[in-house]
């Protein structure tokens, strides 16, 4: 007797929003949750009507209860069997076409962003550099984990098609604290290779992979080399969508120092607070290089001293590849950025980057989260020279915008100091939108100047 996939049905008149294409459904908007269902498996979606709506994921335990895969009722590679390794591998071969037309093809970056690209609770990382590539895969959802091996076969197929498997790895990472909300539990790092598929042993790849130099794209069509920490770093390792963002103010700060010249100034000061592993300020240098504005000054401030480490390595590694060297001088601060910090010139930055963590992770912080950003936002805003560019992001998917808007302007108060809003950014392209999944829509940027004088 041929296998039967479970179905589930949306209640009567709970059907719109679905029906409008967003990927979620929640539990109160089905009938019933079938018994025996198991979190992660495979099901059918319909609606009150008993017409087809979709497939996906279901999870009993979960406020999510179905996850969208596919709206198609023939789609390929989706049986009462769950899921296989060619329904992902074609999924992955679109969303790889589709950042070719971003990216250069040894240039590292997001290949799969969850809900955007039709994999809800998936995310992939591809790092590279000239000879190697590394998939770092995040799976935040019970369905995604119950799918580990068809996704790295598929991987594997992947790397295969584009010549990546004499030198390339996968790094499975399964320390995601949001992977508590599906009632998955944390689990080591896990490293294979592309080449066989099999486990990665040797401790100098492994320690390698803790120290990872990879390409991003830089300043007009250059490619700009960074390192970081893939098996134990934040998130994946390091974070691709902050990438437009680095751009707008690279953009504002070429336009302005072409204007107004660079003679009359002293040196550039720069302040990355909450820097990580020195991204922006790494970025900046090639402006600082291209407009001749030195000598400077790059002040990173973060709480993880593994972190500034990295923020160190990166910035001098680049100021060397940009024959700068003897006229940047870096500085690491380990400090709390919502404590008092001492050392800090007040007034006395060309640029400031308040670039922290997510500071809301629920509803109930959301409170004590805005808090922290007005006071983060302040002492960016009160540290900026007169004149001076000053970027503020959040990655909290819980501070709206009309709340970020808030915050700033609480900041600015606070600060007493005339500050103009001249730019908003934008997630990097690999983080592209679908405005009917809102939940997606994370990241906020805003730009400033503060005012020369009153």
């Known amino acids: 007797m041929a296998e039967k996939m479970r179905q589930i049905r949306l209640k009567s008149k709970e059907e719109r929003r679905f029906k409008q294409g967003h990927p979620w459904v929640y539990s109160n908007e089905l009938q019933e949750v ?27 335990g979960s406020l999510i209860s179905f996850r969208e895969l596919s709206r198609d009722a023939a789609a390929p590679g989706l049986s009462p069997s769950g899921v ?62 119950r799918s580990l091996p068809v996704i790295m076969e598929a991987i594997l197929k992947l790397g295969a098609e584009n010549s990546e498997s004499r030198q390339g790895w996968i790094v499975l990472r399964r320390d995601a604290s949001s992977r508590e909300r599906e009632g998955l539990t944390r689990e080591p790092v896990r490293v294979v290779r592309l080449s066989d598929g099999q486990d990665e042993v040797d401790a100098s790849v492994l320690d390698s992979l803790r120290s990872f130099r990879f390409s991003v794209p830089g300043v007009m069509g250059s490619t ?31 336009r302005k120092w072409r204007l107004e010249g660079t003679g009359a100034r002293k040196e550039t000061r720069i302040l990355d607070l909450c820097s990580y592993v020195g991204q922006w300020g790494t970025h900046l240098l090639q402006v600082l290089a291209e407009r001749q504005a030195l000598p400077a000054v790059i002040t990173c401030v973060d709480a993880s001293e593994p972190a500034l480490r990295f923020a160190e390595k990166n910035l001098n590694e680049a100021a060397k590849q940009l024959g700068i060297a003897d006229q940047v001088r870096v500085e690491c601060l380990k400090a709390d950025v919502l404590d008092p910090i001492h050392g800090l010139h007040e007034g006395g930055y060309d640029v400031v980057i308040a670039d922290p963590p997510a500071f809301i992770k629920n509803r109930k912080s959301i409170p004590q989260g805005k808090q922290a950003y ?31 808007f808030e915050v700033l302007g609480k900041a600015t108060r606070r600060s007493k100091r005339t500050v103009r809003w001249i730019a908003q950014g934008a997630p990097s392209v690999d983080h592209f939108s679908r405005l009917e999944f809102q939940e997606g829509h994370y990241l906020k940027c805003q730009i400033a100047q503060v005012a020369e004088s009153p």
């Not at 018994?35 to 009993?60: I, N, R, T």
């Not at 969508?241 to 690279?250: P, Y």
């Open 34 to 60: 079938p018994k025996g269902m198991e979190p992660g498996e495979l099901v059918s979606l319909h609606d009150a009507g008993g017409v087809f709506c979709a497939y996906g994921f279901g999870h009993p």
């Open 84 to 145: 296989e390794a060619r329904f992902f591998l074609e999924r992955f071969r679109v969303a790889w076409a589709f950042r070719k037309s971003w990216f250069q093809s040894r240039q590292s970056m997001r290949l799969i962003y969850g809900e955007a690209d039709g994999l809800s609770g998936l995310v992939i990382d591809r790092f590279c550099n000239s000879e190697q590539t590394v998939y770092v895969i995040q799976p935040h959802s019970a369905g995604m984990d």
């Open 224 to 254: 700009l080399d960074l390192s970081a920490d893939l098996l134990s770093g934040q998130k994946t390792g390091f974070f691709f969508d902050q990438l437009q963002n680095i751009r707008l103010l690279e953009t504002l700060l070429l």
């Open 374 to 404: 007005a006071s983060l936002f302040q002492t960016a805003l009160m540290r900026a020279r007169p004149g001076g560019l000053v970027a503020c992001c959040s990655c909290s998917q819980l501070l709206s915008n009309e709340d970020f």
